[in-house]
T-cell receptor, first 114, second 115 residues
Framework: DQQVKQNSPSLSVQEGRISILNCDYTNSMFDYFLWYKKYPAEGPTFLISISSIKDKNEDGRFTVFLNKSAKHLSLHIVPSQPGDSAVYFC?????????????FGKGTKLTVNP | DAGITQSPRHKVTETGTPVTLRCHQTENHRYMYWYRQDPGHGLRLIHY???????DKGEVSDGYSVSRSKTEDFLLTLESATSSQTSVYFC??????????????FGPGTRLTVL
């Protein structure tokens, strides 16, 4: 059973507009969430994270929002740029036993059109 | 960028042959991981290590074994490769800060094809 779900396999947006990538989780023990970006033929790279004690974390054009009651997080990219075109993975971990492991979603492929 | 290398970067092998993939880090991080990435499945954990000679199974460990004799090296072995093990394999490392702050940093990947 998937504990971390990214229900949209793909997303296409226009350059300059906002990209919103969504992620849902089922395990209430998760309390730390991360987003990774992956270009073809490269390893995933860490993008941004958020702890469950926060509901928002911002880093430049990237903002992650966490709604604990809904077990939902989202990554906002604004403005979107063609170089943001990549696969984005959501990941989660818990502080209790197993905090050294991450559980990944299946990814969302973002295409930013010029 | 975190100092992680994987070798080989590409390999083609035949069913039934043994294969060993190597991950090398220069960061002295405690935790090391092996993942596989397949279409429709995202990243799935195969095995991980929390110290020299300390390893544990992940989500998809069947058919794989690992060894870590030095902090910097983590080996993934397919004892008898099968076509279902055709995949892209990623190594990752983490300092393991606990309390959830355990970002993992990934290597460039190894593309393995089993014919």
């Amino acid at each position: 059973d998937q504990q971390v779900k990214q229900n949209s396999p793909s997303l296409s947006v226009q350059e300059g507009r906002i990209s919103i990538l969504n992620c849902d989780y089922t395990n209430s023990m998760f309390d730390y969430f991360l987003w990774y970006k992956k270009y073809p033929a490269e390893g995933p790279t860490f993008l941004i994270s958020i702890s469950s004690i926060k509901d928002k974390n911002e880093d430049g054009r990237f903002t992650v929002f966490l709604n604990k009651s809904a077990k939902h997080l989202s990554l906002h990219i604004v403005p979107s740029q063609p170089g943001d075109s990549a696969v984005y993975f959501c990941a989660a971990s818990g502080t209790q036993g197993g905090s050294e492991k991450l559980v990944f979603g299946k990814g969302t492929k973002l295409t930013v059109n010029p | 960028d975190a100092g992680i290398t994987q070798s080989p970067r590409h390999k083609v092998t035949e069913t039934g042959t043994p294969v060993t993939l190597r991950c090398h880090q220069t960061e002295n991080h405690r935790y090391m991981y092996w993942y596989r990435q397949d279409p429709g499945h995202g990243l799935r954990l195969i095995h991980y290590s929390y110290g020299v000679k300390d390893t544990d199974k992940g989500e998809v460990s069947d058919g794989y074994s690992v060894s870590r004799s030095k902090t910097e090296d983590f080996l993934l072995t397919l004892e008898s490769a099968t076509s279902s093990q055709t995949s892209v394999y990623f190594c990752a490392i983490s300092a393991g800060q606990g309390l959830g702050g355990n970002e993992q940093f990934f290597g460039p990947g190894t593309r393995l094809t089993v014919l």
